[in-house]
């Protein structure tokens, strides 16, 4: 498979904030990292291990106080983000208005725009009114009008930052499934969560811990570890415990069944692989 092209790349970015006393925090040290076309990135680590720095810097809306961040292209448009509050993205009263600020809704005529709106909220599988008052929307709902926004401008990359963590479980799956959409059709996906279940997105899991990349790799490695095979071994540190995270059910179950002396098919991430490891093979 040829190697897909990097579409940016961070090169030993770090992050100093000034607090209100004036004194410098260093918050991220040498974090490198591409971003490949086609990736669908997750992005984990405790509380204040610098994951929402990398979506302020992926947005461009944190300077680096030393090392780079190079897109490879050199358009307006190639970062869109959406954040873990839906209202605080918004900038209208309405569905139409938070369109209408839009770049590409300058340049469409009135009539035009009515089809517009109707592609752009489809996208991410919104049929709601554009009259609609944001705020008498549901959580799930404004967080679809918000990446509907993002992608309305196609950006190259899309960052989303607990995107999630507000929403129920009906809505959670809403989200993960516009988002699926869009990445289907190209859109590369930075997607930060504390959900690690979302993890079985991905095609790459970046572990951040104390502002540094601690694991850059596959999840089920970073959930199971290098050797996968032997996780009945309780002794055995995976780049998951080791940021002091606790694995997703899935994967707890399986390590369970794997100590009770099951042998299973596959080292599962999702519900589906789970059935399909646990299929004909316990004692
Ligand atoms: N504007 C700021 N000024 C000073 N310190 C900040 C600022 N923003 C973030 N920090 C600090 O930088 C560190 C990393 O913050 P960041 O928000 O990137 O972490 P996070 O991994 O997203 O955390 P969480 O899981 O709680 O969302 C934290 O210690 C935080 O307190
Ligand atoms: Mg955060």
């Given at each position: 498979?040829?190697?897909?092209?990097?579409?940016?790349s961070?090169?030993?970015?770090?992050?100093?904030?000034?607090?209100?006393?004036?004194?410098?925090?260093?918050?991220?040290?040498?974090?490198?990292?591409?971003?490949?076309?086609?990736?669908?990135?997750?992005?984990?680590?405790?509380?204040?291990?610098?994951?929402?720095?990398?979506?302020?810097?992926?947005?461009?809306?944190?300077p680096?106080?030393?090392?780079?961040?190079?897109?490879?292209?050199?358009?307006?448009?190639?970062?869109?983000?959406?954040?873990?509050?839906?209202?605080?993205?918004?900038?209208?009263?309405?569905v139409q208005?938070?369109?209408?600020?839009?770049?590409?809704?300058?340049?469409?005529?009135?009539?035009?725009?009515?089809?517009?709106?109707?592609?752009?909220?489809?996208?991410?599988?919104?049929?709601?009114?554009?009259?609609?008052a944001?705020?008498?929307?549901?959580?799930?709902?404004?967080?679809?009008?918000?990446?509907?926004?993002?992608?309305?401008?196609?950006?190259?990359?899309?960052?989303?930052?607990?995107?999630?963590?507000?929403?129920?479980?009906?809505?959670?799956?809403?989200?993960?499934?516009?988002?699926?959409?869009?990445?289907?059709?190209?859109?590369?996906?930075?997607?930060?969560?504390?959900?690690?279940?979302?993890?079985?997105?991905?095609?790459?899991?970046?572990?951040?811990?104390?502002?540094?990349?601690?694991?850059?790799?596959?999840?089920?490695?970073?959930?199971?570890?290098?050797?996968?095979?032997?996780?009945?071994?309780?002794?055995?540190?995976t780049?998951?415990?080791?940021?002091?995270?606790?694995?997703?059910?899935?994967?707890?179950?399986?390590?369970?069944?794997?100590?009770?002396?099951?042998?299973l098919?596959?080292?599962?991430?999702?519900?589906?692989?789970?059935?399909?490891?646990?299929?004909?093979?316990?004692?």
């Amino acid at each position: 498979m040829s190697k897909k092209e990097i579409l940016g790349s961070l090169q030993r970015a770090s992050v100093i904030y000034r607090t209100e006393s004036g004194e410098g925090r260093r918050v991220w040290t040498d974090v490198s990292m591409d971003i490949h076309e086609g990736e669908w990135i997750v992005v984990i680590g405790p509380n204040g291990s610098g994951k929402s720095t990398l979506a302020s810097v992926l947005l461009g809306l944190c300077p680096l106080s030393s090392g780079q961040l190079i897109y490879k292209q050199d358009e307006q448009w190639i970062t869109r983000g959406v954040l873990q509050i839906p209202d605080a993205q918004f900038v209208g009263d309405t569905v139409q208005e938070e369109l209408d600020y839009l770049p590409n809704a300058q340049d469409l005529t009135i009539e035009a725009r009515a089809e517009w709106y109707r592609e752009t909220l489809s996208v991410v599988g919104l049929s709601v009114p554009v009259e609609r008052a944001l705020h008498t929307l549901s959580g799930g709902q404004k967080q679809l009008v918000n990446i509907a926004a993002a992608l309305a401008v196609h950006p190259a990359i899309l960052v989303l930052d607990e995107p999630t963590a507000m929403l129920d479980p009906a809505a959670r799956k809403e989200v993960r499934q516009a988002v699926r959409e869009a990445h289907k059709r190209g859109t590369t996906i930075v997607w930060i969560t504390h959900r690690l279940e979302e993890a079985a997105d991905a095609t790459r899991v970046l572990g951040f811990g104390d502002g540094r990349v601690t694991f850059d790799g596959e999840p089920r490695v970073f959930f199971y570890g290098d050797e996968g095979g032997d996780r009945g071994d309780l002794s055995v540190m995976t780049p998951c415990n080791e940021l002091g995270l606790d694995p997703p059910f899935v994967v707890k179950t399986a390590i369970g069944l794997l100590q009770q002396g099951c042998q299973l098919r596959l080292l599962p991430i999702d519900m589906e692989e789970l059935a399909e490891a646990v299929s004909g093979s316990c004692p």
